[in-house]
């Protein structure tokens, strides 16, 4: 895949039962295909791991579920659950400036993974060897600060579809959610995986101007309501690193 480094866009959420999906997904299919990079892999769908950073106080974590408009997370992004697959590794920082979601990533060197599994401050010298990227500088500024660690692994799989006719309106439907307490971006074998929202799709609409009225009308004839939900959280508060205060 040939990824954006740099974006921002509107993003909407919702969950879905498993019983609604495959007809919503062929209804969906009058007005959108495949994303070409599954169109042809196995089940149309591609892995997705994600490695998170907090603080101690997990600022990030009540940020989120405290509704702050303008907030931020970092995390480190690879598209492989086999450590010796050589699948490109990216650190990125993604956040929300009041309704607007925008993302920054940056490829890290493969090195990364041997830094993470031995801890310590092994992490932050790889990171220097990315040289005088922007956003490695504003991580490592943050991570010194704050002391940051990574706190949660999340793992999914999500299939992309792309409007036939406004490519910048997407829609993703994320399922076979996993968490792992872990600071490695690779697990462990004793290392215990809890699933997420067990028979549920996150379905997440990324648009720049505005939603089709084909597609309101699709989320209507469903009844779906539009909710505020964070795969980071609800890994946090599933392997009981965090408690939801609401």
């Given at each position: 895949m040939?990824?954006e480094?740099?974006?921002?866009?509107f993003?909407?959420k919702?969950?879905?039962?498993?019983?609604?999906?495959?007809?919503?997904e062929?209804?969906?299919?009058?007005?959108?295909?495949?994303?070409?990079?599954?169109?042809?892999a196995?089940?149309?769908k591609y892995?997705?791991?994600?490695?998170y950073?907090?603080d101690?106080?997990l600022?990030?974590?009540y940020e989120?579920?405290d509704?702050?408009?303008i907030?931020?997370?970092?995390?480190?992004r690879?598209?492989t659950?086999t450590?010796?697959?050589?699948?490109?590794?990216f650190?990125?920082?993604k956040?929300?400036?009041?309704?607007?979601v925008?993302?920054?990533?940056?490829?890290l060197?493969?090195?990364?993974?041997?830094?993470l599994?031995e801890?310590?401050?092994?992490?932050?010298?790889?990171?220097?060897?990315?040289?005088?990227d922007?956003?490695?500088s504003?991580?490592?500024f943050?991570?010194?600060?704050m002391?940051?660690?990574?706190?949660v692994?999340?793992?999914?799989?999500r299939?992309?579809?792309?409007?036939?006719?406004?490519?910048d309106?997407?829609v993703?439907f994320?399922?076979?959610?996993e968490?792992?307490?872990?600071?490695?971006?690779?697990?462990?074998?004793?290392?215990?995986?809890?699933?997420?929202?067990s028979?549920?799709s996150?379905?997440?609409?990324?648009f720049?101007?505005?939603i089709?009225?084909?597609f309101?009308?699709?989320?209507?004839?469903?009844?779906?309501?539009?909710?505020?939900v964070?795969?980071?959280?609800k890994?946090?508060?599933r392997t009981?690193?965090a408690?939801?205060?609401?």
């Open positions: 040939g990824p480094l740099h974006f921002s866009r993003e909407f919702y969950i879905m039962p498993r019983s609604q999906r495959v007809s919503f062929g209804e969906l299919q009058y007005f959108m295909g495949l994303d070409p990079h599954v169109s042809a196995r089940h149309q892995f997705v791991r994600s490695l950073f907090d101690d106080a600022t990030f974590y989120k579920t509704g702050v408009m907030r931020r997370k970092y995390r480190i690879t598209y659950d450590r010796e697959e050589d699948s490109a590794i650190l990125e920082m956040g929300r400036y009041n309704s607007l925008y993302k920054h990533r940056t490829p060197p493969r090195s990364i993974i041997k830094s599994d801890g310590g401050s092994g992490f932050v010298t790889e990171c220097l060897k990315s040289g005088k922007p956003l490695v504003g991580f490592l943050d991570a010194i600060k002391r940051l660690k990574p706190r692994l999340i793992d999914y799989a299939r992309p579809y792309v409007s036939k006719y406004a490519p309106f997407r993703t994320d399922d076979s959610l968490s792992t307490v872990t600071e490695r971006l690779f697990e462990r074998q004793t290392d215990r995986k809890r699933l997420l929202l028979g549920y996150i379905v997440e609409v990324k720049k101007r505005h089709p009225s084909w309101h009308r699709l989320i209507q004839s469903y009844e779906l309501k539009r909710l505020s964070s795969k980071y959280c890994g946090m508060e009981g690193l408690d939801n205060l609401e």
